[in-house]
């Protein structure tokens, strides 16, 4: 038999300056399981760096850490004014559920992805391999050569994302969001998806 509340299929449409504040409706929070550690080689000029996944003795909880606030709301609206950039948003029974932020970095040819998110209820249904194949399609269109995606060491449910839609690990910063980055278990991962 038919569910008497059927959910309704969520929609993915162009973001207007009106869904900016509807923004705080998403909940992109995660929880991860394991953490890829950064382990410094060597040093001086010949320094490296490698990742280890290990799993947590506490699930790393983000919480309200990736909540989109008033000032991340500016941002958003500073960048959607811009008019150069791909805003999408998707929306489920008149909620928003997900966002998708891109613009050109015109200086080197590529576009940078501010926010791929979606809130927890609606993961895993093929909405985020859209939102990226989509941000894709945009880039080819724009000819910018690559994408950039960062994310955190502690997101390692992300990373496999951009694993899987191929994207490759490009770059790491041990020190981008604090000095403390290393310590905290919590280090900025670039991730590049080639066009050209
Ligand atoms: C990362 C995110 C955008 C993925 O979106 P999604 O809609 O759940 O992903 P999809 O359903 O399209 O998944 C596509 C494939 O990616 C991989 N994948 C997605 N989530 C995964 C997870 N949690 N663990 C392992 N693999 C995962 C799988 O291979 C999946 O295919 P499958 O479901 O057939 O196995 C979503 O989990 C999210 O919004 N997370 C919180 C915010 C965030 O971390 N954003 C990105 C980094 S800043």
Redesign the pocket.
């Known amino acids: 038999m038919d569910s008497p509340h059927p959910k309704t299929q969520p929609v993915i449409r162009p973001m207007t300056e009106a869904d900016v504040p509807r923004l705080a409706e998403i909940r ?1 929070g ?1 929880v991860s399981t394991t953490v890829l550690d950064v382990e410094r080689l060597g040093g001086g000029i010949e320094a490296g760096w490698r990742l280890v996944e290990r799993q947590l003795e506490r699930p790393f909880d983000k919480g309200a850490g ?1 909540d989109f606030d008033p000032a991340e709301q500016r941002n958003i609206l500073g960048r959607l004014r811009r008019g150069d950039g791909l805003h999408l948003v998707v929306e489920q029974a008149g909620r928003l559920v997900g966002v998708l932020d891109v613009v050109p970095e015109e200086w080197n040819n590529t576009a940078w992805v501010w926010n ?3 809130d927890h209820d609606v ?8 939102l990226f194949t989509r941000a894709v399609d945009w880039a080819r269109r724009q000819g910018y050569r690559a994408l950039i995606f960062e ?1 955190q060491s502690n ?1 390692v ?2 990373c ?2 951009y694993a ?2 191929g994207c490759e690990l490009e770059g790491i910063r041990t020190a981008y969001y604090t000095n403390d980055d290393l310590a905290r278990r919590e280090v900025a991962l670039f991730w590049i998806y080639r066009l050209a």
């Open positions: 992109p995660f990736y791929l998110m979606l993961r895993r249904q093929g909405l985020g391999r859209e994310t997101n449910p992300a496999r994302f899987v839609m």
